[in-house]
């Protein structure tokens, strides 16, 4: 309509020239005055001045409204106010179209913005020469770093993770093995490659698969240990019965015919049931302790000062403690610390590491001097509770460190690997982690880290 009206107005302008032009050059042909020529031409004149005016101002009008949309819509004045036009007024409801999209857009972008930021995957991308542009908390809690300029400053977190980050191509997926803080993470990675306006860049989505893939190791171990000892106990303890059946009728038959066992050969054939008898009494109770690892109930949670339930493990050590010249320190910071656990099982937990130390600092053959054992809790900024439980003893090497939490394996003379098994689990059970550090000849340390839960 607006548009309509602009032709119309220009049209007015362009016949009423047309007609005055035409009515003066009719009166040059004509006899009247001079006078008469001169009025008519000055009104051509006129309009066409007028003419000129309404297409210079049409001409700015428009330059104005593009120069708008090339700059922000918002920052210029009405046009349809400022003019009193209906064509600028329709300018005006384009450009307030124009706001509308670009507020829209922006909307958009904040609310895509601020999802990539809070979903609990890692999210980087980064252009071919490194430079990041989008780094999200989740990929900084997952890394430890709060900034990340460009993809190659992560050589300080691990060189393999850029490495595998740089080379990977669209529907590129590896896993990477990263340790922070002495604790091991397994990072999955997957890689799009993307390309926006005529540039290309990379997206990498990063996520923390330790915990599911500790899970599914726990579940095969256990699977492995329920398979095996119900095989094992159904083949040996039909032999300890016959043999404890067969050593009490030796025994019942000798003192019935009032026999001594005197012969070499009956005497080696009684010994030998006995030994039967016995080692597969030993055999069924050293199995019946792995098929407990199989049947941790979920814990019973309740809130916990773990001061009372560290010195309440310490009471129960008392006796052990008072044969050795083993120190022990206790610090809990804040005194009266508490978290969401079953006190049952940690306190199971805090009594295998403790006697692990203490084993550790009587080895015979390693002499400690001034032998301690220290125990601290104290609240982490994160709002997880981290409990240490470290010694100056001999330490573990590299390679038994690996795999000091796989069930049976064992450092100990007459160990059964089971105890620091068991303590992984129950603290996978709380949804913490144990880890441990040690060196050779300067000490071990494990790690609780628990996150706290509501009852």
Do not use: C
């Amino acid at each position: 309509m607006g548009f309509k009206n602009f032709k119309h107005h220009l049209f007015a302008r362009i016949g009423l020239l047309a007609v005055t032009l035409f009515i003066f050059s009719a009166l040059i042909y004509s006899d009247s005055g001079n006078l008469a020529r001169l009025l008519i031409l000055g009104l051509a004149v006129l309009q066409g001045y007028n003419l000129y005016l309404f297409l210079e101002r049409s001409e700015n009008e428009i330059t104005a409204f593009l120069q708008r949309l090339l700059d922000e819509p918002s920052s210029e004045p009405n046009i349809g106010k400022q003019q009193g036009e209906p064509i600028f007024s329709e300018f005006e409801d384009v450009i307030e179209n124009i706001r509308e999209l670009k507020s829209d857009k922006e909307a958009q972008h904040q609310y895509l913005k601020t999802i990539v930021q809070h979903v609990t995957i890692g999210i980087i991308t980064f252009e071919p020469s490194g430079e990041v542009q989008i780094f999200n908390s989740a990929a900084k809690s997952l890394l430890g770093i709060n900034q990340l300029n460009n993809i190659n400053d992560l050589k300080r977190v691990s060189l393999p993770l850029v490495k595998t980050i740089t080379e990977l191509r669209t529907g590129g997926r590896d896993l990477v093995r990263v340790v922070r803080d002495n604790e091991e993470t397994q990072i999955a990675i997957y890689a799009i490659e993307l390309s926006l306006k005529g540039e290309t860049f990379k997206l990498i989505s990063l996520q923390n698969i330790q915990s599911e893939l500790e899970e599914k190791e726990m579940d095969a171990w256990q699977n492995l240990i329920r398979v095996l000892t119900h095989e094992i106990m159904n083949s040996v303890t039909p032999i300890s019965s016959l043999a404890k059946t067969l050593e009490g009728e030796i025994q019942d038959w000798f003192k019935k015919h009032n026999v001594e066992i005197k012969d070499d050969e009956l005497s080696d054939f009684h010994l030998a049931l006995h030994t039967i008898h016995k080692r597969s009494d030993n055999l069924i109770a050293f199995v019946s302790e792995f098929r407990n690892m199989t049947r941790i109930t979920l814990p019973n949670l309740k809130r916990v000062t773990i001061k009372e339930l560290l010195d309440r493990v310490l009471i129960l050590l008392k006796y052990d403690i008072a044969k050795t010249d083993i120190k022990i320190s206790l610090d809990v910071i804040p005194e009266d610390l508490r978290i969401t656990l079953d006190e049952n099982q940690v306190e199971q937990v805090f009594i295998n590491l403790i006697k692990n130390a203490m084993q550790a600092l009587q080895s015979e053959e390693n002499e400690i001097d001034h032998p301690e054992i220290r125990i601290r809790a104290q609240a982490a900024p994160d709002g997880s509770t981290v409990i240490t439980i470290g010694d100056n003893g001999p330490g573990i090497d590299e390679d038994a460190l690996e795999k000091i939490f796989i069930p049976f394996f064992t450092t100990k003379k007459g160990g059964s690997g089971i105890g620091l098994t068991l303590s992984k689990q129950i603290m996978r059970l709380h949804n913490g982690t144990i880890t441990v550090k040690s060196k050779v000849n300067q000490g071990t340390t494990f790690t609780l880290k628990f996150i706290d839960q509501s009852v």
